[in-house]
Each structure stands twice: as structure tokens, then as C-alpha cells.
């Protein structure tokens, strides 16, 4: 089984509709990121967590949310989405080190392509 | 501010030829650098990562990248390309920001590998 899943895998919504992405990680790592992919431009970060209690806003967090329901899990949200939200979307963990920030590697989920019409 | 290039959009090479992906980075602090590849419709793994240790950082499958500080750059090579390596490759480095350590990705270098 993958240590990151995400659902759905692919999403086609419409213009408004409010919709969820979920993120599940069975790597028992603290951190947790989400990013956004879009040709040319690598990849953006939207929020990050680095415990459950601890949400943080990426480079480009306007029109998105997040909710961090368990160390396992962590979940974003699109309250009104529009065309321009159009994008591959990743998930992604890291362990950190006890006690302080540390970089270290990521593990990412396998994405998930969202469409808005 | 901090940030990193990716100084080629797209490189072409023919299979069994050398590979050079360049990456240049800009920060007040010593980072922490990795790349990282994307197979077609596949998430992201790790290459490998540079965390101020060794300079020269030996990588999966044949890569390895060099750490020059006194260039700021921390470009990805292989001696022979495979078709296999046909990907797009992320350079990140990762700086302190606020307490935190919070990586920046790259735009990405596509990599075509020609038979």
C-alpha cells in the first residue's frame, strides 16, 4: 500500500461548487503540505502543518483552506472554485527532527487533477 | 529573499550521452538542496539531497550532483542517459524561515531522452 494516498485521483467540478481534497499518510510523519502544479511553474505551495495543531499559509493560500483532522491526515478544501484553480495538486509529508525544524526529505502522494469548467 | 533557478526549461540528450540539469540557488544562509523527479502521471521521489555534508552527493539510479558554493549551484549529472530517465526533475532548496525550514521548488527541467 502507498505511504501517501490522496482522493480523489481526478475531479471535474463546476464553476462555484465547493470541493475536497483529502490526503492520508500511514509514514506516522508529523509535516504535512500541500502544493499545486501547474506547466512551467514547478510547484507552489499552498499550506504546510507541522503538527496538528500547527496550520501554516504557503505562497499562494488565497481561495484555499485546510484542515488537519489527525496527524494522519490532512485535508484541502476549495470553497468557491474557480477555472484558474485548474491544476495537479500534491500532498506531500516530511518527519522533521524532535524538537525543531530540520530539512528533510518529502514523500509525496500520487496527485490529484482538478478540473473547474 | 531566497529562491532557485532551474536554468533550462527543457534538455534534450541522446541515450547514452551525458546529463547535466543546472540549478542555481540564491540565499544568505547554507542550504539544504535536493532534487527530486516526476515520472509521467507519478508523484514525486527523491534523487537525492545535499544537508552539508560531502559536496559531491551520489544519488538512485547513476545521479549525482555537486555542491559549489562559491557558485551557488548544485547541478544534477549522469554519465550515460537512459531512456528511463525521461522525466521533468525539481531542484528545492530548503532555507530557515521564521524557525522553519520550508522548501522552494524549481520550475522544473524537462529531461527528453532521444534513442
Known amino acids: 500500500d502507498a505511504d501517501v494516498t490522496q482522493t480523489p485521483r481526478n475531479r471535474i467540478t463546476k464553476t462555484g461548487k465547493r470541493i475536497m481534497l483529502e490526503c492520508s499518510q500511514t509514514k506516522g510523519h508529523d509535516r504535512m503540505y500541500w502544493y499545486r502544479q501547474d506547466p512551467g511553474l514547478g510547484l507552489q505551495l499552498i499550506y504546510y502543518s507541522f503538527d496538528v495543531k500547527d496550520i501554516n499559509k504557503g505562497e499562494i493560500s488565497d481561495g484555499y483552506s485546510v484542515s488537519r483532522q489527525a496527524q494522519a491526515k490532512f485535508s484541502l478544501s476549495l470553497e468557491s472554485a474557480i477555472p484558474n484553480q485548474t491544476a495537479l495538486y500534491f500532498c506531500?509529508?516530511?518527519?522533521?527532527?524532535?524538537?525543531?525544524?530540520?530539512?528533510?526529505?518529502?514523500?509525496f502522494g500520487p496527485g490529484t487533477r482538478l478540473t473547474v469548467l | 529573499a531566497q529562491s532557485v533557478t532551474q536554468l533550462d526549461s527543457h534538455v534534450s540528450v541522446s541515450e547514452g550521452t551525458p546529463v547535466l540539469l543546472r540549478c542555481n540557488y540564491s540565499s544568505s544562509y547554507s542550504p539544504s538542496l535536493f532534487w527530486y523527479v516526476q515520472h509521467p502521471n507519478k508523484g514525486l521521489q527523491l534523487l537525492l539531497k545535499?544537508?552539508?555534508?560531502?559536496?559531491l552527493v551520489k544519488g538512485i539510479n547513476g545521479f549525482e550532483a555537486e555542491f559549489k558554493k562559491s557558485e551557488t549551484s548544485f547541478h544534477l549529472t549522469k554519465p550515460s542517459a537512459h531512456m528511463s530517465d525521461a522525466a521533468e526533475y525539481f531542484c528545492?532548496?530548503?532555507?530557515?524561515?521564521?524557525?522553519?525550514?520550508?522548501?522552494?521548488f524549481g520550475r522544473g527541467t524537462s529531461l527528453i531522452v532521444h534513442p
Open positions: 506531500a509529508t516530511s518527519e522533521g527532527l524532535a524538537g525543531g525544524p530540520a530539512p528533510d526529505t518529502q514523500y
Open positions: 528545492v532548496v530548503s532555507l530557515p524561515s521564521g524557525g522553519s525550514y520550508i522548501p522552494t
Open positions: 545535499y544537508t552539508s555534508a560531502a559536496t
